[in-house]
């Protein structure tokens, strides 16, 4: 991705060059090297801000609410992931916006907003039900997610029949 970075750098390519900052930036942050993967972002949001392609500020989006999350800033990784939904909503890319949907229900969890988490869990499995495109383990992890919430809602019949529900 660096590599990537300085070639479209290289060739005047302001897009290219933002797109593969921003993906630095994850995978920056997924190894822990977190001011390196904020550093990459920073770069990165103005050019794919003024860059051909608007819904690519979803995905930046996404990676700076990893960021923030992963750095502890949950209210900031929030906003982020808000922003990224939107935009991905807009832009008519449901996939995506599941995906983030669970990242951003996961934050509310964290941050004890219980309603925004159970409604942004159902919806992710919802929306995995009635598609082909998700996986069974993303399906249990938002249905494992989902009883945690309804236990610290202390409804626990819900948390259990989300639990065994497959």
């Not at 996986?135 to 610290?152: C, F, K, S, W």
Request: with cysteine.
């Amino acid at each position: 991705l660096r590599r990537a970075a300085a070639l479209h750098r290289r060739a005047g390519d302001a897009f290219g060059t933002g797109y593969s900052l921003m993906r630095l930036g994850g995978a920056l942050a997924r190894t822990g090297r977190l001011d390196l993967a904020q550093r990459a972002l920073d770069a990165a949001r103005p050019l794919l801000a003024h860059g051909p392609m608007p819904a690519a500020m979803a995905p930046y989006f996404h990676a700076a609410g990893f960021v923030r999350k992963l750095a502890g800033d949950l209210a900031g990784a929030r906003e982020h992931y808000e922003k990224g939904l939107s935009i991905y909503r807009s832009a008519g890319l449901e996939g995506d916006a599941t995906q983030l949907c669970g990242g951003l229900a996961d934050t509310n969890w964290a941050l004890g907003a219980l309603d925004a988490a159970d409604t942004g869990f159902r919806e992710v499995i919802a929306t995995m039900r009635g598609s082909s495109g998700g996986t069974e383990l993303v399906l249990g992890v938002n249905l494992t997610n989902l009883a945690g919430v309804l236990v610290e809602r202390r409804a626990h019949p819900q948390a259990r029949a989300a639990e065994v529900v497959s």
